[in-house]
Protein backbone atom coordinates (compact mmCIF):
# COMPACT_ATOMS: atom_id res chain seq x y z
CA UNK A 1 0.00 0.00 0.00
CA UNK A 2 1.37 3.44 -1.03
CA UNK A 3 -1.16 6.11 -0.17
CA UNK A 4 -4.55 5.34 1.27
CA UNK A 5 -6.66 8.50 1.41
CA UNK A 6 -9.33 9.82 3.58
CA UNK A 7 -11.69 7.20 3.96
CA UNK A 8 -15.29 6.55 5.09
CA UNK A 9 -15.80 6.28 8.79
CA UNK A 10 -17.50 3.65 8.16
CA UNK A 11 -15.02 1.92 5.57
CA UNK A 12 -13.62 -0.32 8.55
CA UNK A 13 -14.96 -1.79 11.43
CA UNK A 14 -14.22 1.26 14.34
CA UNK A 15 -11.63 0.25 17.42
CA UNK A 16 -13.16 -0.06 20.67
CA UNK A 17 -13.16 3.42 21.26
CA UNK A 18 -16.64 4.02 23.05
CA UNK A 19 -18.73 7.08 21.91
CA UNK A 20 -19.13 9.31 24.82
CA UNK A 21 -18.32 12.90 25.47
CA UNK A 22 -18.19 16.70 24.24
CA UNK A 23 -14.94 15.52 22.04
CA UNK A 24 -16.98 12.23 20.51
CA UNK A 25 -15.99 11.56 16.50
CA UNK A 26 -12.91 14.17 16.99
CA UNK A 27 -9.50 11.76 16.09
CA UNK A 28 -6.00 13.07 17.42
CA UNK A 29 -2.97 11.63 16.67
CA UNK A 30 0.48 12.65 18.74
CA UNK A 31 3.61 11.97 18.43
CA UNK A 32 5.71 13.46 21.94
CA UNK A 33 6.89 12.31 25.14
CA UNK A 34 6.73 13.13 28.35
CA UNK A 35 4.29 15.66 29.28
CA UNK A 36 3.70 18.85 27.19
CA UNK A 37 2.41 17.81 24.44
CA UNK A 38 1.01 14.16 25.36
CA UNK A 39 -0.79 15.90 28.16
CA UNK A 40 -2.96 17.75 26.25
CA UNK A 41 -4.43 14.23 24.05
CA UNK A 42 -4.76 13.01 27.73
CA UNK A 43 -7.37 15.85 28.74
CA UNK A 44 -9.18 15.88 24.73
CA UNK A 45 -8.73 11.44 25.50
CA UNK A 46 -10.57 11.93 28.65
CA UNK A 47 -13.37 13.79 26.71
CA UNK A 48 -14.17 11.13 24.35
CA UNK A 49 -11.51 11.68 21.55
CA UNK A 50 -10.48 9.16 19.81
CA UNK A 51 -6.13 9.77 20.66
CA UNK A 52 -3.48 7.39 19.18
CA UNK A 53 -0.14 7.61 20.58
CA UNK A 54 2.89 7.11 18.51
CA UNK A 55 5.58 5.97 20.43
CA UNK A 56 9.37 5.13 19.34
CA UNK A 57 9.69 1.48 17.92
CA UNK A 58 12.71 1.18 20.18
CA UNK A 59 12.20 2.67 23.75
CA UNK A 60 8.67 3.78 23.80
CA UNK A 61 7.60 6.94 25.04
CA UNK A 62 10.32 7.85 28.24
CA UNK A 63 6.74 8.72 30.11
CA UNK A 64 6.78 4.69 30.87
CA UNK A 65 9.75 5.17 33.06
CA UNK A 66 7.17 6.40 35.55
CA UNK A 67 5.48 4.10 37.92
CA UNK A 68 2.55 5.68 38.60
CA UNK A 69 1.33 8.76 36.95
CA UNK A 70 1.77 7.06 33.57
CA UNK A 71 -1.53 5.45 34.00
CA UNK A 72 -3.09 8.50 34.22
CA UNK A 73 -1.47 10.44 31.34
CA UNK A 74 -1.75 7.62 28.78
CA UNK A 75 -5.12 6.12 30.13
CA UNK A 76 -7.85 6.07 27.02
CA UNK A 77 -4.96 5.90 24.79
CA UNK A 78 -4.22 3.66 21.60
CA UNK A 79 -0.48 2.59 21.56
CA UNK A 80 0.69 2.85 18.01
CA UNK A 81 4.48 1.60 18.45
CA UNK A 82 5.83 3.96 14.77
CA UNK A 83 9.11 4.83 13.74
CA UNK A 84 7.06 8.30 11.24
CA UNK A 85 11.04 8.86 10.23
CA UNK A 86 11.69 6.47 7.13
CA UNK A 87 10.32 6.30 3.78
CA UNK A 88 7.78 3.34 5.17
CA UNK A 89 7.32 5.33 8.52
CA UNK A 90 5.95 8.24 7.02
CA UNK A 91 3.53 6.63 4.57
CA UNK A 92 2.06 4.96 7.85
CA UNK A 93 2.08 8.42 9.90
CA UNK A 94 0.29 9.88 6.71
CA UNK A 95 -2.45 6.94 6.73
CA UNK A 96 -3.04 7.69 10.65
CA UNK A 97 -3.68 11.57 9.93
CA UNK A 98 -5.94 10.78 6.90
CA UNK A 99 -8.78 11.02 8.98
CA UNK A 100 -7.43 12.48 11.50
CA UNK A 101 -8.88 15.82 13.33
CA UNK A 102 -5.53 17.26 14.95
CA UNK A 103 -1.93 16.17 14.80
CA UNK A 104 0.41 16.97 17.40
CA UNK A 105 4.28 16.57 17.52
CA UNK A 106 6.71 17.54 20.32
CA UNK A 107 10.89 17.91 19.03
CA UNK A 108 13.50 20.47 18.87
CA UNK A 109 12.31 23.08 16.04
CA UNK A 110 11.62 22.19 12.97
CA UNK A 111 12.24 18.68 13.34
CA UNK A 112 9.15 17.06 11.06
CA UNK A 113 9.73 19.30 8.55
CA UNK A 114 13.56 18.87 8.15
CA UNK A 115 13.23 15.38 8.38
CA UNK A 116 10.69 15.57 5.43
CA UNK A 117 6.96 15.42 7.23
CA UNK A 118 6.00 19.02 6.31
CA UNK A 119 3.09 20.72 7.09
CA UNK A 120 2.22 20.48 2.97
CA UNK A 121 2.66 17.24 2.65
CA UNK A 122 0.63 16.53 5.56
CA UNK A 123 -2.02 18.58 4.42
CA UNK A 124 -1.85 17.02 0.71
CA UNK A 125 -3.46 14.13 2.56
CA UNK A 126 -5.94 16.02 4.46
CA UNK A 127 -6.47 19.65 4.01
CA UNK A 128 -8.32 20.23 6.95
CA UNK A 129 -5.79 18.33 9.35
CA UNK A 130 -4.92 20.71 12.30
CA UNK A 131 -1.41 20.26 13.16
CA UNK A 132 0.40 21.53 16.29
CA UNK A 133 3.92 21.62 16.56
CA UNK A 134 5.11 22.03 20.39
CA UNK A 135 8.82 22.66 21.16
CA UNK A 136 10.63 24.57 23.46
CA UNK A 137 11.37 27.93 21.38
CA UNK A 138 9.69 27.63 18.26
CA UNK A 139 9.55 26.85 14.67
CA UNK A 140 11.57 30.08 13.90
CA UNK A 141 13.47 32.40 15.15
CA UNK A 142 17.51 32.30 15.56
CA UNK A 143 18.68 29.04 14.61
CA UNK A 144 20.73 27.90 17.84
CA UNK A 145 17.93 28.57 20.33
CA UNK A 146 15.34 26.91 17.89
CA UNK A 147 17.06 24.01 17.79
CA UNK A 148 17.44 23.19 21.22
CA UNK A 149 16.17 20.49 23.59
CA UNK A 150 13.61 21.78 25.99
CA UNK A 151 11.90 20.86 29.25
CA UNK A 152 10.03 22.62 32.16
CA UNK A 153 12.65 23.45 33.78
CA UNK A 154 15.02 25.23 30.87
CA UNK A 155 11.89 27.28 29.52
CA UNK A 156 11.07 28.23 32.66
CA UNK A 157 14.24 29.29 33.39
CA UNK A 158 14.63 31.02 29.41
CA UNK A 159 11.04 33.14 30.20
CA UNK A 160 11.49 34.83 33.00
CA UNK A 161 9.15 32.67 34.96
CA UNK A 162 11.60 31.58 37.24
CA UNK A 163 13.63 34.28 38.02
CA UNK A 164 10.04 35.84 39.81
CA UNK A 165 9.20 32.52 42.58
CA UNK A 166 11.93 31.68 45.20
CA UNK A 167 13.57 33.96 47.49
CA UNK A 168 15.25 36.76 47.25
CA UNK A 169 18.89 34.87 47.59
CA UNK A 170 17.66 31.91 44.93
CA UNK A 171 14.98 31.39 41.85
CA UNK A 172 13.34 28.68 41.83
CA UNK A 173 11.22 26.27 39.08
CA UNK A 174 7.77 26.16 40.10
CA UNK A 175 6.72 22.33 40.58
CA UNK A 176 5.25 20.42 39.84
CA UNK A 177 6.44 20.49 35.83
CA UNK A 178 4.16 23.98 35.03
CA UNK A 179 6.15 25.05 31.54
CA UNK A 180 4.45 21.20 30.79
CA UNK A 181 1.01 21.43 32.03
CA UNK A 182 1.01 25.60 30.76
CA UNK A 183 1.62 23.81 27.57
CA UNK A 184 -0.75 21.21 27.61
CA UNK A 185 -3.67 23.48 28.29
CA UNK A 186 -2.00 25.95 25.58
CA UNK A 187 -1.67 23.36 23.01
CA UNK A 188 -5.71 21.97 23.91
CA UNK A 189 -7.01 25.60 23.70
CA UNK A 190 -5.71 26.20 20.63
CA UNK A 191 -5.95 23.27 18.85
CA UNK A 192 -9.69 23.14 19.44
CA UNK A 193 -9.78 26.61 18.26
CA UNK A 194 -8.06 25.93 15.30
CA UNK A 195 -10.43 23.07 14.63
CA UNK A 196 -13.69 24.86 15.52
CA UNK A 197 -12.56 27.46 12.56
CA UNK A 198 -10.92 24.03 10.14
CA UNK A 199 -14.91 22.67 10.52
CA UNK A 200 -16.16 25.68 9.18
CA UNK A 201 -13.58 26.40 6.55
CA UNK A 202 -12.42 23.13 5.46
CA UNK A 203 -8.87 24.46 5.90
CA UNK A 204 -6.61 23.53 8.30
CA UNK A 205 -4.05 25.15 10.46
CA UNK A 206 -0.43 24.99 11.76
CA UNK A 207 0.39 26.16 15.05
CA UNK A 208 3.88 26.61 16.44
CA UNK A 209 3.34 26.35 20.11
CA UNK A 210 6.95 27.58 22.01
CA UNK A 211 6.59 26.53 25.37
CA UNK A 212 8.53 29.19 26.14
CA UNK A 213 6.34 31.39 25.20
CA UNK A 214 3.42 30.07 27.19
CA UNK A 215 5.01 30.72 29.99
CA UNK A 216 5.76 34.13 29.02
CA UNK A 217 2.32 34.60 28.26
CA UNK A 218 1.34 32.90 31.78
CA UNK A 219 4.20 34.73 33.40
CA UNK A 220 3.67 38.13 32.32
CA UNK A 221 1.63 39.87 35.00
CA UNK A 222 4.84 41.53 36.42
CA UNK A 223 6.55 41.69 33.62
CA UNK A 224 3.77 43.96 32.10
CA UNK A 225 4.93 46.75 34.92
CA UNK A 226 8.43 46.23 33.79
CA UNK A 227 7.85 46.72 30.35
CA UNK A 228 6.00 50.08 30.40
CA UNK A 229 7.50 51.32 34.04
CA UNK A 230 10.59 49.92 34.42
CA UNK A 231 9.14 48.81 37.89
CA UNK A 232 10.90 45.78 39.51
CA UNK A 233 9.38 43.72 42.02
CA UNK A 234 11.57 41.98 44.54
CA UNK A 235 11.58 37.86 44.29
CA UNK A 236 9.09 37.72 47.04
CA UNK A 237 9.52 34.34 48.96
CA UNK A 238 6.63 32.64 50.66
CA UNK A 239 4.77 36.32 50.18
CA UNK A 240 3.08 38.31 47.94
CA UNK A 241 5.35 40.88 46.13
CA UNK A 242 3.52 43.57 46.13
CA UNK A 243 0.48 43.39 48.62
CA UNK A 244 0.58 42.63 52.83
CA UNK A 245 -1.45 40.15 53.70
CA UNK A 246 -1.06 37.89 50.96
CA UNK A 247 1.25 34.87 51.13
CA UNK A 248 2.06 31.97 53.06
CA UNK A 249 1.90 32.27 57.13
CA UNK A 250 3.50 29.80 60.13
CA UNK A 251 0.68 28.70 62.21
CA UNK A 252 0.96 26.80 65.85
CA UNK A 253 0.67 23.89 63.63
CA UNK A 254 1.69 24.32 60.11
CA UNK A 255 0.76 26.88 57.66
CA UNK A 256 -1.67 28.98 56.26
CA UNK A 257 -2.22 30.87 52.72
CA UNK A 258 -3.98 34.08 53.12
CA UNK A 259 -5.06 36.10 50.68
CA UNK A 260 -6.63 38.96 52.27
CA UNK A 261 -8.06 41.91 50.14
CA UNK A 262 -11.10 44.88 50.49
CA UNK A 263 -12.23 47.16 52.78
CA UNK A 264 -14.35 44.75 54.72
CA UNK A 265 -11.32 42.15 54.99
CA UNK A 266 -8.60 44.45 55.85
CA UNK A 267 -10.62 46.48 58.38
CA UNK A 268 -11.47 42.41 59.73
CA UNK A 269 -7.90 41.39 59.76
CA UNK A 270 -6.14 44.66 61.41
CA UNK A 271 -8.71 44.18 63.99
CA UNK A 272 -8.00 40.70 64.68
CA UNK A 273 -4.07 41.07 64.86
CA UNK A 274 -4.37 43.98 67.09
CA UNK A 275 -4.34 47.12 64.83
CA UNK A 276 -7.80 48.17 64.33
CA UNK A 277 -6.59 51.32 65.56
CA UNK A 278 -5.34 52.20 62.35
CA UNK A 279 -8.37 51.90 60.87
CA UNK A 280 -9.84 55.06 59.56
CA UNK A 281 -6.29 56.91 59.89
CA UNK A 282 -4.74 58.91 57.21
CA UNK A 283 -2.69 56.06 56.51
CA UNK A 284 -5.28 53.58 56.17
CA UNK A 285 -8.69 55.19 55.44
CA UNK A 286 -11.95 53.64 55.32
CA UNK A 287 -12.17 52.82 52.56
CA UNK A 288 -8.41 51.46 51.99
CA UNK A 289 -9.22 48.08 49.74
CA UNK A 290 -5.57 47.09 49.38
CA UNK A 291 -2.72 46.98 52.12
CA UNK A 292 0.22 47.76 49.89
CA UNK A 293 3.72 46.33 50.78
CA UNK A 294 5.09 49.49 50.10
CA UNK A 295 2.31 51.22 52.90
CA UNK A 296 2.65 53.19 55.66
CA UNK A 297 2.74 51.24 58.28
CA UNK A 298 3.40 47.45 56.11
CA UNK A 299 6.19 46.31 58.30
CA UNK A 300 4.33 46.42 61.02
CA UNK A 301 1.01 44.65 59.37
CA UNK A 302 3.12 42.10 58.49
CA UNK A 303 4.69 41.45 61.81
CA UNK A 304 1.67 41.19 63.71
CA UNK A 305 -0.18 38.98 60.86
CA UNK A 306 3.36 36.57 61.51
CA UNK A 307 3.03 36.78 65.12
CA UNK A 308 -0.58 35.91 65.39
CA UNK A 309 -0.77 33.22 62.79
CA UNK A 310 2.20 31.88 65.19
CA UNK A 311 -0.95 31.80 67.87
CA UNK A 312 -3.40 30.16 65.84
CA UNK A 313 -4.39 26.67 64.40
CA UNK A 314 -4.29 26.49 60.93
CA UNK A 315 -7.81 24.77 60.17
CA UNK A 316 -9.26 26.70 62.96
CA UNK A 317 -7.83 30.13 61.56
CA UNK A 318 -9.38 28.98 58.43
CA UNK A 319 -12.61 28.42 59.66
CA UNK A 320 -12.42 31.53 61.26
CA UNK A 321 -11.64 34.13 58.30
CA UNK A 322 -13.57 31.96 55.89
CA UNK A 323 -16.82 32.62 58.63
CA UNK A 324 -15.71 36.16 58.27
CA UNK A 325 -15.20 36.04 54.40
CA UNK A 326 -11.74 35.80 53.88
CA UNK A 327 -9.79 34.30 51.46
CA UNK A 328 -7.96 31.89 53.52
CA UNK A 329 -6.97 27.96 53.28
CA UNK A 330 -4.59 25.71 55.34
CA UNK A 331 -1.85 24.39 53.19
CA UNK A 332 -2.74 20.85 53.17
CA UNK A 333 -0.81 18.15 53.05
CA UNK A 334 -1.46 15.54 50.39
CA UNK A 335 -2.71 12.97 53.53
CA UNK A 336 -5.06 15.84 54.52
CA UNK A 337 -6.10 16.69 50.63
CA UNK A 338 -6.97 12.91 49.79
CA UNK A 339 -8.97 12.76 53.14
CA UNK A 340 -11.35 15.81 52.32
CA UNK A 341 -14.67 15.25 52.38
CA UNK A 342 -15.18 17.87 49.38
CA UNK A 343 -12.95 15.76 46.97
CA UNK A 344 -14.91 12.47 47.81
CA UNK A 345 -18.57 14.25 47.35
CA UNK A 346 -17.54 15.63 43.70
CA UNK A 347 -15.67 12.32 42.82
CA UNK A 348 -11.91 14.24 42.36
CA UNK A 349 -10.41 11.12 43.16
CA UNK A 350 -11.46 7.67 41.66
CA UNK A 351 -9.54 4.21 40.65
CA UNK A 352 -9.88 2.38 37.72
CA UNK A 353 -7.51 -0.64 36.39
CA UNK A 354 -4.90 -1.14 35.03
CA UNK A 355 -3.49 -3.36 32.04
CA UNK A 356 -2.81 -6.20 34.32
CA UNK A 357 -5.75 -5.42 36.49
CA UNK A 358 -4.47 -3.94 39.72
CA UNK A 359 -6.07 -0.74 40.86
CA UNK A 360 -4.66 2.28 40.45
CA UNK A 361 -6.02 5.90 41.98
CA UNK A 362 -6.08 9.14 40.02
CA UNK A 363 -7.37 12.07 39.50
CA UNK A 364 -11.12 11.73 37.95
CA UNK A 365 -12.26 13.43 34.84
CA UNK A 366 -11.71 17.49 34.82
CA UNK A 367 -13.84 19.34 34.30
CA UNK A 368 -17.51 17.96 34.71
CA UNK A 369 -19.35 18.39 31.46
CA UNK A 370 -23.03 18.25 32.67
CA UNK A 371 -23.96 16.87 29.12
CA UNK A 372 -21.37 15.11 28.23
CA UNK A 373 -19.18 13.65 30.83
CA UNK A 374 -16.06 12.45 30.39
CA UNK A 375 -14.97 8.86 31.08
CA UNK A 376 -12.05 6.31 31.74
CA UNK A 377 -12.55 3.87 29.13
CA UNK A 378 -9.62 1.89 29.04
CA UNK A 379 -6.18 2.05 31.07
CA UNK A 380 -2.50 3.05 29.50
CA UNK A 381 -1.91 0.25 26.89
CA UNK A 382 1.00 -1.89 26.42
CA UNK A 383 4.01 -0.08 23.93
CA UNK A 384 2.44 -1.49 20.42
CA UNK A 385 -0.80 -2.72 21.70
CA UNK A 386 -2.90 -1.06 18.92
CA UNK A 387 -0.64 -1.06 16.09
CA UNK A 388 -2.77 -3.94 14.96
CA UNK A 389 -5.79 -2.45 14.95
CA UNK A 390 -5.24 0.81 13.87
CA UNK A 391 -3.17 -0.02 11.08
CA UNK A 392 -6.01 -1.78 9.99
CA UNK A 393 -8.94 0.81 10.47
CA UNK A 394 -6.56 2.73 8.27
CA UNK A 395 -6.15 0.55 5.32
CA UNK A 396 -3.45 -1.45 5.89
CA UNK A 397 -3.20 -5.37 5.52
CA UNK A 398 -2.05 -7.99 7.42
CA UNK A 399 1.05 -8.84 4.82
CA UNK A 400 1.86 -5.26 4.83
CA UNK A 401 1.79 -5.16 8.47
CA UNK A 402 3.97 -7.88 9.45
CA UNK A 403 6.21 -6.70 6.46
CA UNK A 404 6.35 -3.52 8.79
CA UNK A 405 7.02 -4.99 11.20
CA UNK A 406 9.47 -6.96 10.00
CA UNK A 407 11.80 -4.26 8.53
CA UNK A 408 11.61 -2.06 12.58
CA UNK A 409 8.74 0.12 11.03
CA UNK A 410 6.44 -0.48 13.35
CA UNK A 411 5.94 -2.82 16.33
CA UNK A 412 3.35 -4.49 17.78
CA UNK A 413 3.27 -5.48 21.51
N1 LIG B 1 10.35 6.01 16.56
C1 LIG B 1 11.69 5.85 16.45
N2 LIG B 1 12.59 6.82 16.71
C2 LIG B 1 12.10 8.00 17.10
C3 LIG B 1 10.74 8.26 17.25
C4 LIG B 1 9.84 7.20 16.93
N3 LIG B 1 8.52 7.36 17.07
N4 LIG B 1 10.56 9.53 17.67
C5 LIG B 1 11.78 10.05 17.79
N5 LIG B 1 12.71 9.13 17.44
C6 LIG B 1 14.15 9.29 17.43
C7 LIG B 1 14.57 10.63 16.93
O1 LIG B 1 14.61 10.62 15.54
C8 LIG B 1 15.92 10.79 17.56
O2 LIG B 1 16.83 10.08 16.79
P1 LIG B 1 18.33 10.67 16.57
O3 LIG B 1 18.96 10.68 17.93
O4 LIG B 1 18.93 9.70 15.64
O5 LIG B 1 18.15 12.04 16.00
C9 LIG B 1 15.79 10.06 18.88
O6 LIG B 1 14.64 9.21 18.76
C10 LIG B 1 15.59 11.00 20.04
O7 LIG B 1 14.41 11.77 19.84
P2 LIG B 1 14.25 13.23 20.37
O8 LIG B 1 12.81 13.55 20.46
O9 LIG B 1 15.07 14.16 19.56
O10 LIG B 1 14.83 13.02 21.86
P3 LIG B 1 15.77 13.93 22.73
O11 LIG B 1 16.01 13.13 23.97
O12 LIG B 1 16.96 14.41 22.01
O13 LIG B 1 14.88 15.19 23.05
C11 LIG B 1 13.09 16.38 23.97
C12 LIG B 1 13.71 15.02 23.76
C13 LIG B 1 11.75 16.16 24.66
C14 LIG B 1 14.00 17.24 24.86
C15 LIG B 1 12.91 17.09 22.59
O14 LIG B 1 12.13 16.27 21.78
C16 LIG B 1 12.24 18.45 22.73
O15 LIG B 1 12.90 19.46 22.99
N6 LIG B 1 10.92 18.49 22.51
C17 LIG B 1 10.14 19.75 22.55
C18 LIG B 1 9.87 20.19 23.95
C19 LIG B 1 9.23 19.13 24.80
O16 LIG B 1 8.21 18.56 24.46
N7 LIG B 1 9.88 18.84 25.94
C20 LIG B 1 9.39 17.87 26.88
C21 LIG B 1 8.39 18.47 27.73
S1 LIG B 1 7.67 17.33 28.83
Known amino acids: MTSPGPKEPSAVPTSAVPPFGALQGVKVVYSAVEIAAPSAAALMAEWGADVVWIENTRTGDSMRDTVNVKELERRNQRSVALNPFTDEGREVLLSLIADADIFVESSKGPTYARRGITDELLWERNPRLVIVHVSGFGQYGVPERVNRAAYDLTVQAYSGYMAQNGTPEQPMAAVPYVGDYFTSLMVVSSALAALHRATATGEGESLDVAMYEVMLRIGSYYLMDYMNDGTVYPRPGPRHPNLCAIGEYRTSDGFIGLCIYGVKQNKYLLERIGLGHLWGTEDYP ?59 QREAIVEWKRQDGSNVKGIGIVPKFARNPGQIWRPMPDLGQDTDTVLTEAGWTPEEISRLEDNGTIRRS
Do not use: M, R, Y
Open 286 to 344: EDTSALWLDGPQAPLIEAKIEEFCLTQKALELEKEFSEAGLAANAVLEFDQVLAEEHLA
